[in-house]
């Protein structure tokens, strides 16, 4: 029964549009769902696995020294939450909504990353203070 519910949580994590990530404390991918494997330029998630940040198929590697402080200050306490402009695999730039937890899977200390693309949103669903950073852009 528990491998079936587990199955069905990853086929719903898999096919949402937003990047769902599991990163190990040397921000080695574990897994990622199928948005942020096409995001990052990896054909599937063995790809992927035990790579990290600096190894992604994309332009956006050259972030991969920020990236990683980001995932050491979410295993020291810090909930996370950033705005990118990063530009992924198939040249296609993102404005993007970051979010960083620390989670204990499978008795391992991991990190749960969440990323919102959130180029088409309509300006009136960008919350004001982000919308300021973005000004000073």
Known sequence: MTANITSKITQHID???YFFGVFT??????YINQTGLAW???KNLKNALGKDHSMVNCDA?????IWIAQDQETLNG??????GLNHYANDE????H???NTSFLNEKKEIICIVRDMS???TAFIPPIIKNELIQL
Do not use: C, D, M
């Open 120 to 122: 088409h949103y309509p």
């Open 61 to 65: 590697r050259e972030l991969a020294p």
């Open 98 to 100: 970051v979010e960083k």
């Open 78 to 83: 810090a909930n996370e939450q950033f705005i």
């Open 15 to 17: 096919n949402l549009n």
């Open 40 to 42: 990052l330029g990896f």
């Open 25 to 30: 404390e040397k921000s080695e991918y574990t």
């Open 93 to 96: 730039w993102k404005l993007v």
